[in-house]
């Protein structure tokens, strides 16, 4: 059974009312209990976990610590493309927006890459819009081969891609993979996803499956909060690292929290989360699922990021450019969405260091 079929039997309004109904004594519960089960969580993850947010963030930030000592790891995004096949309304690079298009060359990349070798990072996300035949493997395998010779570790957020093609990038130096669910409800996700593959909910939802079967050694999931009820797709992503823990234990794991940020044609937010929320939903996270590695993207701002460091975060882009070529060649056009701290990364560095954390530029040494 793939996740998809037990997506299908779980209740998104059963999880709702389960989530609503929970009260002060389930979230006292959920913590004194050594081990936090689904249904703690969602006790910690409910309205009435609201008054004990202190004392989620002082077990988050001591479970942190303990599993991660006192680092913080430094990563950077690396948009090779902004081209899309597919129409998701809240995006910049929708197929319908009339956006510049640009797919980075292999001197592109290589400039790209000594650009950004230069801030000192040493992992990388690359980052493309989804268009399978424009840039699809073969563009993917030339991209590494060159990414490869500049940073230890890399990691993918592309479109879904079949086992064997995860397995043939593994095979190629690929390290990690982010997915993102966007939302697990099934008719938001209709409302969203208008054109292209993305729609095929099933395709996306049976990726980290395919990735798990791969043997990717990191595999990375969120949803992207505001599209929906952000507690009820966060208790449906907790769901879905329950059921790939237990199956692809060899995999580690990460998770993300975007919020809906401003962009070209984009849309509100139906359900936005506050910054206290934001806070309560990673320490719930993190008092959850101790190991699991947890990012935090320059979509917020930096008051709020330099405050979530020290909570339950392990990983934190700086500096970010959503431009395919944005670090060789700023340019002013061609943005996926509007970032929120544009600190340089060594003032971001500073403020990690002053947070009483050491910046990790390198945690990963492959003998590949
Ligand atoms: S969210 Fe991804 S798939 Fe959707 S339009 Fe943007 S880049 Fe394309």
Redesign the pocket.
């Known amino acids: 059974m793939s996740f998809y079929e037990q997506w299908q039997q779980a209740s998104w309004e059963d999880t709702q009312l389960a989530l609503y109904s929970k009260t002060a004594a389930d979230v006292e519960k959920a913590l004194r209990a050594e081990v936090i089960d689904h249904n703690d969580f969602l006790a910690l993850l409910s309205p009435a976990a609201a008054p004990y947010l202190e004392t989620m963030a002082v077990k988050s930030h001591h479970l942190t610590r303990q599993r991660f000592g006192n680092t913080l790891s430094l990563f950077i995004p690396l948009y090779l493309s ?1 081209l ?5 309304d ?6 319908s927006n009339r956006v510049r298009r640009k797919i980075l060359s292999e001197d592109e990349i290589r400039r790209e890459c000594e650009a950004i070798k230069s801030k000192g990072y040493d992992t990388i996300l690359l980052v ?4 399978e035949t424009k840039v699809g493997m073969e563009y993917f395998k030339m991209a590494l081969a060159v990414i490869r010779q500049y940073f230890s570790y890399v990691m993918f957020e592309v ?1 879904p891609l079949s086992a064997p093609e995860y397995a043939q990038l593994n095979e190629a130096g690929l390290n990690g993979v982010m997915v993102y669910q ?1 939302t697990y409800h099934a008719r938001t996700y209709a409302r969203h ?1 208008l054109r ?1 593959k ?1 729609a095929d909910i099933r395709w996306r939802l049976e990726a980290p499956d395919r990735l798990g079967a791969a043997g990717m050694d990191k595999i990375g999931l969120g949803s992207l909060i505001g599209l929906a009820d952000w507690r009820v797709d966060s208790a449906f992503t907790a769901l879905h690292l329950d059921y790939l823990r237990t199956r692809y234990w060899r995999s580690r794991y990460s998770l993300s929290f975007p919020r809906l940020r401003p962009c070209t044609g984009g849309v509100d937010p139906v359900m936005p989360i506050s910054d206290k929320e934001l806070v309560q939903l990673i320490c719930a996270y993190r008092l959850r699922f101790h190991e699991v590695e947890m990012s935090l993207s320059t979509r917020e701002q930096a008051t709020m990021r330099d405050g979530l460091f020290s909570l339950g975060v392990t990983a934190v882009s700086a500096e970010s450019s959503t431009q395919p070529g944005g670090y060789s060649q700023p340019a002013d056009a061609l943005e ?1 969405f509007a970032i929120d701290d544009t600190r340089a990364t060594p003032e971001v560095a500073a403020a990690i260091r002053r947070g009483g954390l050491q910046p990790v530029w390198r945690d990963w040494l492959s003998g590949w």
């Open positions: 902004n899309c096949a597919n129409e998701c809240y995006c910049g690079f929708s197929m493309t819009g989804e268009h479109q966007e996803h292209g993305k996926q």
